[in-house]
């Protein structure tokens, strides 16, 4: 996949999803804790039941981890869990509260279809939509469900945001006409590379590659880039204009046949060659969709950010929260 992709979007959703996942932490509290026996936490010998009735809520204070002749309960990661997480979460909580109320008293809801077309914007640098949540998965801990719901109340407060901004047709038809490049279709490669420390090590690489020598195994065991190489060297979907990688790879990569390898290309890590994997065209938005699109994206340039409507809503519901 696209390592630039997977930067860009942790930047951008970063804080949001380490609220999520303290939320995903505390639902799935103790995923070892069943028939696991029980221990004394203070001495680490073993104790006839390790249950006890608990303040807070717990009617059980279950050991849910061992370390050594220590024991971990229930009631110390509630404890740790609140004091990082709580105030966080119970916001988030309450913003979807305020969200939903807002969203049932103005009749606004999201469709499936808005839903779909959102996530597979987000997904559009990755190389499938399933990459996509994998990698949310791996590297943010949101399961599909997080991202879907994380989808859909952003969406929610982008509806509410910009219920009141009225942009007109004849600003959206401009805006289109004076951006024309930014809506065409986007040609896409598809590329693999090995990055080596200097020409030499590069030439070497080629004639072994030559000599037939499997472009996925060699980058496992000669390129330095650490991203890439144990994936084979899988740069995933980039643009052709793309402005973040090197215009030497890009105009390299646009000489070349599927399948066909170029280098030694000389980039700011040291050397690179590379190896075309396919050609990608991304259709953009047509018609009545691409209006619906721009206009959209003018309203939200007019409108408060979405952190204001989000507090915004907290004061016109009343929130309010107890020590």
């Not at 609140?82 to 979807?96: F, N, P, R, V």
């Not at 969203?103 to 990459?131: F, P």
């Not at 401009?174 to 693999?192: K, N, V």
């Not at 200097?198 to 060699?218: K, T, Y």
Request: with cysteine.
């Amino acid at each position: 996949m696209n390592k630039i992709g997977v930067v860009r979007t942790i930047v951008v959703i970063q804080a949001l999803c380490m609220i999520v996942l303290s939320v995903v932490v505390v639902v799935r509290l103790s995923p070892f804790s069943e028939g696991m026996p029980d221990h004394d936490s203070d001495s680490g010998t073993r104790a006839e039941t390790g249950n006890e009735v608990v303040p807070g809520g717990l009617d059980h204070d279950k050991i849910v981890a061992i370390i050594g002749d220590r024991s971990i309960r229930e009631s110390e990661l509630m404890n740790v869990l609140s004091e990082q997480y709580g105030q966080a979460t119970l916001k988030l909580m309450m913003i979807h509260s305020a969200i939903d109320q807002e969203a049932a008293s103005q009749q606004l809801e999201v469709t499936a279809a808005e839903q779909q077309r959102a996530v597979e914007e987000q997904a559009a640098g990755y190389d499938s939509e399933e990459d996509f949540y994998r990698i949310m998965d791996q590297q943010l801990g949101m399961s599909k469900e997080d991202v879907l719901k994380d989808t859909k109340y952003r969406l929610l407060t982008e509806k509410i945001a910009i219920q009141k901004v009225d942009v007109p047709d004849a600003e959206v038809e401009r805006y289109i006409a004076d951006h024309e490049e930014q809506y065409g279709d986007r040609l896409q490669y598809r590329l693999s590379w090995i990055v080596t420390a200097n020409v030499e090590e590069a030439n070497r690489v080629l004639d072994r590659l030559s000599e037939g020598a499997d472009f996925a195994q060699a980058a496992a065991k000669y390129s330095i880039d650490a991203f890439t190489a144990d994936a084979g060297g899988d740069l995933g979907l980039i643009d052709a204009d793309d402005p973040f990688h090197e215009q030497a790879i890009l105009s390299a990569a646009s000489k070349l046949g599927t399948g066909e390898i170029a280098g030694p290309i000389a980039i700011a890590e040291g050397y690179a060659i590379i190896r075309l994997m396919e050609r990608h065209t991304t259709d953009k938005p047509q018609g009545q969709q691409l209006y619906e699109l721009v206009r959209k994206e003018l309203a939200l340039s007019q409108a408060p950010s979405l952190s204001q409507i989000e507090q915004q809503l907290l004061e016109k519901y009343d929130a309010v929260t107890f020590p």
